[in-house]
């Protein structure tokens, strides 16, 4: 281990009344629900951009932090992993999930930079070995260097997509290599500044080539994790095509792939894109394509991409309430795609932060199980929906317009409105929390 | 004609140096334009609802208008009638668009509503002969009276499905009647208040049978018009599922519809999708789905549907720029769905409201129009792609990601931004203004 | 008792774990906490308007409610009354709030309106007698009808003025009457729709004129209660000149009133300005002017009023944690200034709703005077400050610009940023809920 | 001249119907409106932070300018400030603004960083004196550097605050050098990330007494400039203490200090805050604190600063007919805080984004000017508030509430609403542009 964390220990299960700050309070790991422990159900993931390449600027301002890692040295790149395994240890995520930018330097070439890129993940994978920590996902950055600024496979340029499309080549190797379970694509770049110079129709297609290629590319390496695709209405760009699960929906029926890609949704750009993040769970789960999960918090009254630590326990108990009705994760995990504020300087804030996100992801799961479990949400719901299953509803199935008209006017159908109970709903799921 | 409008002129076009707020200034209908006039371009329809229907309450204040013809009975029905006729002659508007509670009296049962509709369309079809009027669309109020407070299609009561479906049955009968050229679906309570209540996969298939029912019903009456779907995000609902184009689109397709549904877009809701209302145009042309135009203008700090008589020129110009390139209106056209603001009680605020739209539109299709003719913008957008038409960009075309990786490594490609040059393309667009 | 709610019981404490849902699990009215029993501490209140004289419409659409005292007689009044006494006992609350239009049948002059209002309260004040419950406070409706469209005391219409004037002083004679412990101002027509007819600065000493007769008429007639502004941005006005806590201090300062008028703050106000509700509590309190609170809830995704029974308990931990650090209400209280969603028609959904948010508020309550009494928080927050107590801090305070510079530069001052502890602040509050 | 613009001719005046992207269409300098030059209206400045210092980057990418200046020794400072005059002088501006951290390097120190600020000032001067170009303002970037991350004059730590001061008078000293006309302040960093470890009352009067030492500062050294707060809600911080134009005047009123202080209202901030542009001006004449203005515009679909060039001349006509309304500027000008796209890479976008935005707000000030000379808009609000000028409009103004009540039962005062011609005003607005 590294002395960065020097005085920090490794964080512990000593439940809610612990007065320790450097301990869990809700997450146990070895806690059983619903006949799986609270590890297997969360699959915490940590995010190594956020915690370890950020360096903490904003648009108004630069570099907060100092880190001992930062530079463009491999020896600093390996710097830096020595301390994020360390800290994966310390707070005992079975995960974590990198872009490429994030882990090594940018050579001079494409080539300098994947030789540099297999340098540091076979690095990783000593690591990995070592502590036991996984890949939940790897993924390419597409999106910083100002090569992409006018969109990696949508761009104009098709050196600027052949450039992308190699480097996704080197990203999904280097996940296939360090046995990642999924393989995520985020569109940063892929939308547009201004549809004055824009083809939507062709930026479109291209999204679509270049998705074609990485099923295909996975199929024929035989790599066995999913494709998940993010979405994000905007910001950077002022429109991104991947703008919310809908949406991405209707690009994979496009291109025939809504089969073989799944999505990642992020609490933050549910938020970003008008909608809550439960809404975004239960269309994927609704759809078909539900994968994993970003986890973080997008402040209300902001309107960009926040990516703070979670901590509002009944907004998550909603969340997960979603994923185990969707059977929980398969492949999927909860990755913390959260930053510290710029502010939080020290190392404690950077382990405490997880730990934070980490008991209110329990305390929402535990939550959410409980519901589940107790059945009486699910039953008013289904309740709700009782006469499809009867005489009228059935016979609906099979009648056209006409039909159904002869049928109003000859019984005099006049529905009576039936109480919503919202309320009485939202009353019930407090009494989990 | 009634005396509701009085004192007021047949509208003229007398350029835009008049002092007379009773003309035109901009809409000249017999004015050529890229070989059409601009009434054929233009296409306007005044919507029933907003003008001669809504009474003028807010959330937090009732009726301020005062119309004689307000009240539930066939009579008045008829003198609202003879008034919105007579608004349509002076505007010289070619269209109009209607709900069936717009225009009749609901009735104790269906069956009287569908006669009350049935007479009121009569009536309608002779005052059209004598008028010229004809009819861009008709289409169900399936959200206002509370039987459809928990959704139309969606509504987990098979009784209100079925009575939706029947009252469809009748707009869609009437709609034929008439000529109508279109039939539109809005959706504005197919969607939720509360997720805790709502079984969203079911009540999308329930969506998108009805949906199936009315294209098939057009096919069996054989319906000549476009059938509609007109996005919206949400209000009144938390989330409606039309929530905007590419939504819309990807139901399409999952019901295998795409081919037999276009779209009817609203300013108004594009803006509180999080998009500019050129953006759904475009992206609607982009996938195949453009129909027609709800005109109208969202205030940009208000954060609901304000239905505003749209006034700001550059960002019409903007939209049927879109609609230009989308090869113009089909059967689709461009129709004020807007409202006075409840404080414009007079007459002539009526006329004028859709006087100061309607030059808003001419003058905005006009510059729309010569800024295609120009074609500098366009060769500005093709440029900006060509290297997909030559060696790279063709061979990328049947290429895989390792054959592209092999690529990029070989030539040592390392693409070089290129401005994307947005203001000076504003500028340029400003030239046209 | 009226029978409306007849199988429903009073609503008791019963603790946490009861499966009961017409029982509070939080709100032990006796309990003590921080030396004051929680029914002193929240001082709730229910709203008049909200649960007895909506009618369930929205823009979309009309009446969703169908009570037995809907109508416009004096009969129907009293039955209303009825029925809401009927629950405000069996809720336990202590206060109630209203407007005259919420109580009374219009009259068809002012003078008849003024009877009804006095001969209802009359009617109030046998039932305040009889059941001990209190009024929290009174306000005048001077937005519902169209005669107030464009403002009450900022009406370009000097006519409109002298009529909310005659009204603020029924309404505040009721309130004395009555024995309320405030009179609010809530101007929902003070606004404008457009600025193009608008006279800002006018309409902006219209309302402080009005402002100045209200302060000096609660002096004149020895009216004990606190005179309270509710601020709101927009809605139904585009904008509405009380905006937001700021901007209403400097409202009063302007017209040197900062004395004698506090604001009553609504969370969903407070959403709606681009603010927390913790935020508006917290400025109130540090300007001096926090009054009373209107306990709702806002749908981060709606961008209008939702006017909800809020759930939240960690967002209103933080709001009472405001409210316990500004000592408490003195004559303000918790009103429950929220509606039933307009689908939920059951009576029962009216007391649940309560319930709920009776409890939610207790819990919040709770956690935050945990929080306050623990310390934790404020130690951390006045350690931030620690410096100012300090010999620089302390020599700042006598200093100009040229001497502070010669200090920097001579000391060669150059300060290094600590830790702001966000995450781990959110941690510690997480503990108390 | 340098030759970063070297293929670019100086631009002039050639009319609307010039094919030269190099000319200005509609800003002609010395046309006179009003009995004065539009260059003496517009008072146009460059500002050197976006067109000069910023890299390029946002959120989620890196710096895309090249610049040969970009750098950070005082040679590199000099050649920016070569491109920088020879940019003013092409587009014949006849202002420039700057902060320190745009133009000079940082020092080890504070003092080497003063000594640089007065070398290259120094430097401006030479160039002023030679080309004519003066100063609209100076103010102190408090915002990038990491000992601001927590505020400047609201910092929790004194020493911040000592350092902050220090600043502030060096900018000061170096605008009064330059012959600057005014003094700005935005306070970026004053605000809080989190309500948690803010104590606003405390940093609310570290606010006020570091404004209270600049107004101090101004008169002691006889700067005969205008000190400007510049007023925006949020970004980079969750909330910032001068959110509008309403909030800095209630700040400026409890210091006493609304004599002393004006605003620079930005276009990009009044959307943020959730007004028009149009609004914050109207405000602050009606307030009387109107100083000068910052134009850019905002992209509505966005939630944060997007600093555009503005474009949309209907909206820059209503910003300008308050401009106009408000005696024009002053010692105030119109500063484009804009900045390029970060594509547009060329030294053209450059320029011509200037020239769009200069023929914008030339276009949109004539518009104005010929609307307030026609005089009927202005007529038609006068109309409006007739009343008040008559009788009974007199006689409220010294009345009591219980007078007014007597009054409106005596003369049975029953207001009839009249139209607010919201729409005929739009179309009356039309007509200018
Ligand atoms: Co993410
Ligand atoms: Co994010
Ligand atoms: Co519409
Ligand atoms: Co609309
Ligand atoms: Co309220
Ligand atoms: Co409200
Ligand atoms: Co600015
Ligand atoms: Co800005």
């Not at 630590?309 to 979603?322: K, R």
Request: with cysteine; proline share 4%; aromatic share 12%.
């Amino acid at each position: 281990m590294t002395d960065f964390f020097k005085d920090i220990p490794a964080i512990r299960y000593e439940g809610p009344d612990t007065e320790n700050e450097f301990a869990f309070r809700h997450y146990n790991p070895d806690e059983v629900v619903m006949g799986k422990t609270l590890k297997d159900h969360l699959r915490f993931a940590c995010a190594y951009w956020h915690s370890f390449a950020w360096p903490g600027g904003d648009p108004f301002g630069g570099q907060t932090f100092e880190r001992p890692w930062f530079g463009d040295t491999m020896e600093l790149a390996k710097l830096k992993a020595d301390v994020a395994f360390d800290m994966f240890e310390r707070l005992g995520v079975p995960y974590f999930c990198f872009h490429d930018a994030d882990v090594r330097p940018e050579g001079d070439t494409f080539a300098e930079s994947t030789k540099n890129l297999e340098e540091i993940t076979d690095y990783f994978a000593e690591k990995m070995d070592a502590t036991g920590v996984k890949l939940l996902w790897g993924t390419a950055n597409l999106f910083s260097h100002r090569r992409f600024m006018a969109g990696a496979a949508t761009n104009p340029d098709p050196e600027v997509f052949a450039y992308s499309a190699a480097t996704i080549k080197s990203c999904m190797d280097a996940t296939r290599k360090l046995g990642g379970e999924n393989y995520v694509l985020w569109g940063g770049r892929e939308g547009y500044e201004t549809l004055l110079n824009t083809d939507m129709a062709r930026e479109r297609a291209q999204a679509g080539r270049m998705l074609q290629m990485v099923v295909d590319y996975k199929h024929k390496t035989g790599f066995a994790g999913t494709i998940l695709i993010e979405p994000k209405p905007q910001e950077p760009t002022k429109h991104q095509y991947d703008y919310d699960v809908a949406t991405v929906y209707g690009f994979l029926k496009d291109f025939g792939l809504e089969g073989e890609v799944k999505v990642n949704i992020e609490q933050g750009h549910a938020i970003l894109a008008g909608h809550s993040f439960e809404h975004e769970l239960a269309l994927a789960r609704a759809l078909g394509i539900f994968g994993s999960i970003d986890m973080n918090r997008n402040d209300y009254q902001s309107g960009w991409d926040t990516d703070q630590f979670p901590n509002n326990v009944p907004e998550m108990a909603l969340a997960y309430y979603e994923v185990l009705r969707a059977g929980g994760f398969d492949t999927g995990g909860t990755n913390f795609d959260a930053k510290l504020r710029r502010q939080s300087l020290d190392p404690a804030d950077l382990i405490l932060a997880h730990v934070g996100g980490m008991d209110a992801c329990a305390a929402g799961l535990k939550a959410a199980a409980a519901m589940l479990e107790d059945g009486k949400l699910e039953a008013a719901r289904e309740a709700r929906y009782a006469g499809w299953s009867e005489g009228l509803g059935q016979k609906l199935l099979t009648s056209d317009l006409a039909e159904i008209s002869d049928l109003v006017i000859a019984k005099g159908i006049n529905p009576q409105p039936r109480s919503g109970r919202q309320e009485r709903l939202e009353n019930l799921v407090n009494k989990y929390l």
